[in-house]
């Protein structure tokens, strides 16, 4: 694709946990000390690699997930950062975020992260009631949240996000409202907002199974809520964070005027992106592609890494999905429609050299008579009906 | 050479279902050296894949066996295996007009049970002489004499010396070869007479055609003879005679009368070798026809349509083969407005419905869409003339309707007393007439209903078996016609009719009948963009309504970078699972919605 061709974004895998919640279905786990050592001499070396074969890309956000990055020890985190600055070409403007988890660090960390040009904090706060996060196996209480909010403020941080979840079993509206009204009294500059969704292989699924397939045969359950219930939740949500200023800029996404989060924005823009670590997923040159997801394997392959060979593949390279124009065009509306300003027409006649009526005009006809997207100012959005039914209007653009 | 009448015995093995028929078959076959035990595969005689795994017999099989018995003589065995379901009540019927002698295996716990008396009776009607074996003499809950005395009292056989045997672990075994000798009788016939074979099976062979399964009366049959089908009138060349050996045809020179065999006469089509009928000599004719042969006709008709519409040549292929070897199959092309191009077609019963459907799945890889079954109604118009339905669909206008007949069964509930009350209740709620009880024992009862076979061919034997936690038992014979107040109950969704999901229902249970489709198509249909109103109608009557909320969320809660290739396949399996479905007017209705309501009383 032309449109993003100079720039790239990066994202890094952490997978360490001190504990891994009820929900879960992320690569993370509980390693010991060694292993994260050798992880992140792995890491570095493959951010080394990858560096000196893009160094001509500008950098333009990076985001360090995991797991639990804040979890790993303070000098490894700086030791990946400064290899990211050293072999790539990181734009000065550039958003680094980092995901924190309440519990896990100290005012120290974010000293460090501040040097090391961390500019973003993520806190996995979930809910502020204590039985809610006890339900979902979190580690940590309301109260240590609040902590651990205070130390990044203190170190001058002013970019600052906060996860939140609905959807949660017994949760009532009102619960949520409690969680909501706490976080919007401190103000942070972005909050995402989830709805909880069962995974396979997570304790969840296996406390909810049951009321999940239940649910699946469109039948209600008591612990989950239903669907009319989580339409009274996700309203909920986008009333209460409206009415405090935060402005909805994706489904699960609201931010204060200029604090929108980039790097998620390149993901639903389809920016090149490369992710590095165990499990990362990149996109780069119309080609989707991951990383191996056992950390021992990875630990090994970094090893082989030759950076003086520029023919060399990357040995940990694999789920190589090359992508049709077709299936970039479907992407490009699945995931553009995610976002509240939806797609440009502009950008799509750039991306593509099509006209996106010229491609889309039956379905995008079809869901505007159904009332659920919108054509003004040469884009083409989702409206609130539409957003809140967006797997069935995304759908319609699949072939 | 000829074969010495007195040292053949042609036989069938009856018991209700698993007392352990085919376990005594396989028993048989290993004993008298047949096969090894090493070459048998558990129950050789069910060969189809899914006899085994049903444990039920479907077509009949035969198989001659050589025993050299304790005499120091050797005997000749045909064995013919019969299915044991009253759907296939004909073909039974058929394969014991075919022996002498009938083994008769009563479970040593369960004593008689309903299809045991039917199966006994047919084959005294056949003046078959029965040999009783009491089997599962090993369980602990064996207790045969109670069952010795059962079967002398009920059904009046001597049964003090019947073997007790085990047909698991084989012990006494031997005990039935020796008796098959001593009681049952030889056949007789005159090698020397006029052709006068039955025809008790077939099946259709690609490379040979037709293979036509005959136990000689009278006569001989040979390679080259030209012979006739007495009932069709078809003539053919025979090919090839021979006997049965384990899943194996084995030619040989002549069949001559009292023998059990097959004969091939590149006949293409099992329809001109009807079940039932004789085969004579063209030259040297028989003077009369056995008696028995009469044309099966089905008893249940559902509509089959292929889950993928692109399929419907497929199917037609795939119902034609099996057609070759089920002459009760029928089948002819019909439309619906919401599912295309199908068949309706007509069966024995629920049980050959349900064997064919899974057979064209399984076989022939078709995904189905099955509508309800329905009973052949008989509508008397006003006009004097009279129309056999079988598809709902096609009743005519209740004003050219005099009046409507349904087909009634003459049923028999073999139960233990303390589930009496139940049974006859469950009987009175399916509109039985009842006609008598008697008790076997004092712990058990056979209960005669005349009941509609519209009420027991969706799930009475699952209703019977939970009212009665598996105690009772159950058999049925088609008794004739009866005037009923019948009514055709519709279904609209979004207000259109939906002529696949129509049937005929007793007026009186319409409300009912509506009530619960509607609840459960409430909940096979997926909401839409818009809200759904199902509704059951009779005539222009609105009898129930459920409603379909519309949707309201259906997002996924996130998707970043690592979650794009998998949120598309989620996207990608929603828009597949549309396709599957079926578009009735602006609504898309799953497959499984139609096929739902044959279980409306699961709960």
Known sequence: MELYKDILELYIHIPFCVKKCDYCDFLSGTYDADIRKAYTEALCREIKWNGIRLGDKLVTSIYIGGGTPSWLEVEYMANIMDAVHKYFHVDSQAEVTIEVNPGTVSSEHFNVYRSVGINRISIGLQS???????????????????????????????????????????QTPAKLLHTIHQVVRLQPEHISAYSLIIEKGTPFYDRYKFDAVKQHAGMETEALPNEDQ?????KTTQMELASHGYEQYEISNYAKKGHVCQHNIGYWKRVPYLGMGIGAASLMNETRFSNERDIHDYIEHAKELVMENFRQESPMRVDVQELSRQSAMEEYMFLGLRMNAGVSRSEFRQAFGLEIDGVYGTVIQKLRNEGLLEAAEGRIYLNDRGMDLANYAMAQFLQ | MAIDQSKVRNFCIIAHIDHGKSTLADRLIEKTGLLTEREMQAQVLDNMELERERGITIKSQAVRLIYHANDGQEYIFNLIDT???VDFNYEVSRSLAACDGAILVVDAAQGIEAQTLANVYLALDHDLEVLPVINKVDLPSADPQRVIAEIEDVIGLEAEDAPQISAKTGLNVEQVLEQIIEKLPAPSGDPKAPLQALIFDSLYDPYRGVIVFCRVKEGTLKAGDSVRMMATGATFDVVEVGYFG?????????????????????????KDTRVGDTITLVKNPCAEALPGYKKVNP????????????????LRDALEKLQLNDAALQFEPETSIALGFGFRCGFLGLLHLDVIQERLEREYNLDLVTTAPSVVYRVHKTDGSMIELTNPSNLPDPSEIDYMEEPVVDAEIMVTSEYIGAIMDLCQERRGVYVS???????????????????????????????????????YEFKGYMQSELVKLDILINRETVDALSFIVFKDTAYERGRKMCEKLKDEIPRHLFEIPIQAAVGSKIIARETVKAMRKDVLAKCYGGDISRKKKLLEKQKEGKKRMRQVGNVEIPQEAFMSVLKLDED
């Open chain 2, 299 to 314: 008893m249940v008709y559902c509509g089959l349509y292929p889950a993928d519409g692109a399929k419907y040549p497929d």
């Open chain 1, 230 to 234: 989580e339409y009274e939740l996700y």
């Open chain 2, 83 to 85: 299915p044991g379901h």
């Open chain 2, 437 to 475: 009880m008697e008790y076997m024992e004092e712990t058990r009862a056979l209960i005669k209903y005349v009941l509609p076979l519209n009420e027991i061919i969706y799930d009475f034997f699952d209703a019977l078996k939970s009212r009665s936690r598996g105690y009772a038992s159950f058999d």
């Open chain 1, 128 to 170: 502020a009631n204590d039985d809610e996060l006890k339900l979902l196996g979190r580690i940590h209480t309301y109260d240590r949240f609040l902590h651990t909010y205070e130390f990044a403020r203190v170190a001058g941080f002013d970019d600052v996000s906060v996860d939140i979840m609905t959807g949660l079993p017994g």
């Open chain 2, 246 to 270: 384990a899943g194996q045809f084995i030619a040989c020179d002549e069949l001559q009368a009292g023998m059990v065999g097959y004969m091939t006469a590149s006949i293409k089509n099992v």
